[in-house]
């Protein structure tokens, strides 16, 4: 369920009439439900209740500091993978306890600042890693929990660009290498392993993949269960997908049955890091048709946001549904339009050869589904201001990020004195 329909013609987010949204507070615009995100994030939650899991919302997916303080306040830990996440999870007082952290490249300051925050664990990409968290823990005097990430080699059967659990990828640990990294644990006193942890991908439908995925680990969890190591935590990752276009994905209540009973049988915390299921279709991209242009051979729909606004399309061939902000005084009829951006790149689009009602200059389009991967990758390309993001709940609406100024672009920057002629 999302709060997104069409009241009298108006698409509304919750009580606000998305126009009038983009009225008052300009475009492009973000908008986000409040209880759509809620609503996501407790569905999977009940779904999953027998496991009582620890849900490590990704913060990559938005990372908003009201998105992400709604999400703590239901319950949420957070997955981050940088030292700026980690400083944002701090900043709305998740409990450190309820933070993991994964990245196959984490800096020596990354990780001393974790460690000093004491998050619940970190997920461990490499050898290589796993000894240096070790060399900073034993100069920090302290022992780290940490959770070997396995790459299990299955296929998602998602976007090549969003396909993790591969031995291709860069991602994890193969179960050969985890195992050798067990038998050398040992040697490594100042870190304690205590838990594997899966991520195989984004935007995945179906849940055969997540199967092969957690019987493969179970069956190495028991493997390692028989050389008497015991762990206390599996952490499945994130990847459930969501509705763009046609996709019929699997459910909370689907993706529950099947891998409850499997899960309930290892005996370990659950963990999962979902992003995109729970902030997806929380959010839309507001913007505004600014030319209609017809070539011999397109007719392009000119709107104001660009692909630095929303980069999904350009970056994985993505789909979103786009929707008239009102559906009445709308020219009669539909039309096959390319609907782009104003950025000088060919990649700027949103949508080829869409049939699209017709629309006018001045209109409003929803850009439906943009809460994931939406703000969180948006850039100043173009030296664009980044947009501004609003919070609705119910009729009452909030911004949560104001439109950046020009100075802003500009605030780090200097001219070196011999430039200007001093
Ligand atoms: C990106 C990421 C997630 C979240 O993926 P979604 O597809 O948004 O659910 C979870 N875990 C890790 C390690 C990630 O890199």
Do not use: W
Request: proline content about 4%; charged content about 25%; overall charge positive.
């Amino acid at each position: 369920m999302h709060e997104f329909k069409y009241v009298n013609n108006q698409l509304y987010c919750e009580d606000a009439q998305v126009g009038e949204l983009a009225e008052e507070f300009g475009t492009p615009l973000y908008v986000y439900s409040y209880h759509t995100l809620v609503d996501h994030f407790m569905k999977l939650k009940n779904a999953l209740h027998r496991l009582d899991p620890l849900i490590c919302y990704s913060v990559k997916a938005n990372s908003n500091l009201a998105l992400l303080k709604a999400l703590v306040d239901k319950g949420a830990g957070l997955d981050v993978v940088s030292g700026g996440e980690l400083f944002r999870a701090q900043k709305i007082g998740c409990p450190a306890q309820r933070i993991v952290y994964a990245s196959v490249g984490k800096t020596d300051h990354e990780i001393e600042e974790a460690i000093n925050r004491r998050i619940l664990f970190f997920n461990v990409e490499s050898m290589a890693e796993l000894e240096n968290i070790n060399r900073i823990s034993a100069r920090l005097n302290r022992v780290t929990q940490v959770a070997i990430r396995i790459n299990p080699d299955v296929e998602p059967k998602t976007h090549k660009y969003i396909t993790t659990g591969k031995l291709t990828n860069k991602f994890g640990i193969d179960f050969n290498s985890a195992a050798r990294i067990f038998s050398l644990r040992n040697r490594l006193s100042n870190v304690k392993i205590t838990g594997l942890h899966i991520h195989i991908g984004s935007q995945i439908t179906e849940s055969a993949p997540y199967i092969a995925a957690i019987n493969k680990v179970t069956a190495f969890i028991a493997g390692l269960k028989k050389k008497g190591i015991e762990l206390e935590y599996l952490n499945i990752g994130g990847g459930l997908g969501i509705v763009y276009d046609r996709e019929k994905p699997q459910t909370a209540e689907q993706f529950a049955r099947k891998v409850v009973p499997l899960l309930e049988k290892t005996g370990l915390r659950i963990i999962l890091e979902p992003g995109r299921f729970i902030v997806g279709n929380s959010g839309i991209l507001v913007t505004k048709v600014l030319y209609i242009k017809s070539t011999p051979k397109k007719k392009f729909v000119i709107v104001d946001a660009g692909m630095n606004d929303l980069i999904r399309p350009a970056l994985y061939e993505a789909y979103h549904q786009i929707l008239p902000t009102r559906t009445k005084n709308q020219g009669s009829g539909s039309e096959k339009v390319d609907v782009v951006g104003p950025i000088c790149e060919s990649g700027d689009f949103f949508a080829k050869a869409r049939r699209l009602p017709k629309v006018k200059e001045g209109d409003y389009l929803a850009i439906m589904g943009s809460g994931a991967y939406g703000f969180s990758m948006s850039s100043n390309y173009n030296s664009r201001r980044r947009a501004e993001e609003v919070m609705v709940v119910k009729d009452k609406v909030f911004v949560i990020r104001k439109r950046e100024t020009h100075q802003d672009l500009i605030d780090n920057e200097t001219i070196p004195p011999f430039l200007l002629g001093l």
